[in-house]
């Protein structure tokens, strides 16, 4: 079963607890901790990885914290997992379809049955992702996202690729 950890939950928390602040407004890590009882502890490392990344800004001071560094339109889910957990992978021999010797791993190489078949789901999944951004997520439009998904589905499979 493919399952996110509880570091992209946190994520996913302050993300959203970011985005749906006013603008400008700092918003510390204890405040979000407290808001979805978290540990604030994890909470942090997971902030400093996403600072990291470029997607939230630390404010230091006595009334610092974090801010969004990007418009939440401009990040998206997949940039959130891959930030948090590395790449999505279904079989170690379709992980994203970049990696070196990957065929290496699988005792069939280029005759696997299901490399194929992996790849386009690997593909469709990563597009998934990458199609739902953080505003979508706040305003709860991630359904529009799937059955946008769908249509696409749709579509590849009658062009029969």
Known sequence: MISLTRKTDYALLALT????AKPGN???AREIAGQYGV???LLMNVLKQLAGCGMVTSVRGARGGYVLARPADQITLAELI????GPV???PCVSGSTVRGAYDICQSGGSCPIHRPLSRLQHRLEGFF???TLDELVAGEAGAAARAGE???EEEHASGR
Not at 17 to 20: D, R, T
């Open 17 to 20: 607890s970011l985005a749906g």
């Open 26 to 28: 700092v918003v510390s």
């Open 39 to 41: 540990s604030l502890s």
């Open 82 to 85: 891959d930030a948090i957990e």
């Open 89 to 91: 992978r279904l079989a």
């Open 130 to 132: 990458a199609g739902i």
């Open 151 to 153: 249509a696409a589905d």
